[in-house]
């Protein structure tokens, strides 16, 4: 009886030791909250799995890696964003977003990662074909993205219908609610490929720099931000995630 007991309490012992190794020893890793809108291919959007993938979701990821620290996702709107990292519910939003002075007013942000180009979409047979031709037309928008402001500015509020994301954006355009899209180049290949009849002007509508927005009082992450994309970007590491989701034409 005696012996039983001790076999079991060396069991127990045992067992013990093995749980704590497990378990105490993996101390949990710092979060970095990622802020992006996953309806933004090839920059974000939901797989198959329903997992948040994508260029901005990888740079992420590395750059949470360099930092030892945990990635999370969250997903929202566009405008939503900037909110966001101000409050502090994200620490870095991720999200295809183009510098501007506007937007340096409410975040800072990192070294640029990337090009974004804004194009057109229009239908197949649309009598649009520059630029000029957008006059008196019904443009339909990203809420919040620059593509918005340059629109309402050029053409009026009047002209200009906002959708919560590309999209629905998109969505609107084959249904005939509006005459063209003003969006990102690369989601726009996206978008034109993933729907029929739809195609892209040649004319560009404005050229900008993508980059990381961060909230004004988070200056150290920043800085650890920064350094890890400017490693990255000298490991080649950045150009070999653009180049798995974007094929050279
Ligand atoms: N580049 C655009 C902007 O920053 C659009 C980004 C997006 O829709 N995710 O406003």
């Known amino acids: 009886m005696k012996k039983t007991l001790a076999i079991l309490l060396a069991i127990v012992a045992v067992l013990g030791i093995c749980l704590c190794t497990a378990g105490c020893g993996t101390k949990e890793k710092e979060k970095l909250v990622m802020g992006t809108n996953a309806s933004f291919p090839p920059y974000e959007f939901v797989d198959d ?21 945990e990635l999370e996702i969250k997903d929202m709107e566009f405008d939503s964003l900037i909110p966001a990292a101000k409050a502090g519910t994200v620490d870095m939003v991720l999200a295809g ?11 800072d942000f990192s070294e640029s990662y990337a ?8 239908a197949e047979n649309s009598d649009i074909k520059t630029n000029d031709d957008l006059d008196g037309k019904m443009i339909g928008v990203q809420a919040g993205t620059t593509g918005d402001t340059y629109c309402t500015d050029d ?6 219908k906002q959708f919560a994301n590309g999209a629905l954006a998109v969505a609107a355009l084959t249904n005939g609610q509006v005459d063209c899209v003003v969006i990102d180049n690369e989601p726009a290949k996206n978008y034109v490929a993933a729907n029929k009849g739809l195609k892209i002007l040649e ?3 404005a050229d900008e720099d993508y980059a990381i927005a961060v909230s004004k009082e988070k200056t150290e992450l920043m800085t650890k931000i920064n350094k890890a994309l400017a490693e990255l970007k000298e490991e080649g590491k950045i150009k070999e995630i653009v180049s798995k989701y974007i094929k050279a034409d």
């Open 49 to 69: 799995n329903g997992n948040i993938v994508g260029i901005d979701a990888e740079i992420a990821k590395a750059i949470a890696e360099k930092l030892n620290m």
């Open 97 to 107: 977003m183009t510098v501007n002075e506007e937007r340096k007013l409410s975040v």
């Open 115 to 122: 090009k974004g180009v804004q194009v057109i979409i229009v």
């Open 155 to 160: 053409f009026g509020q009047d002209h200009v």
């Open 203 to 205: 004319t560009v509508y």
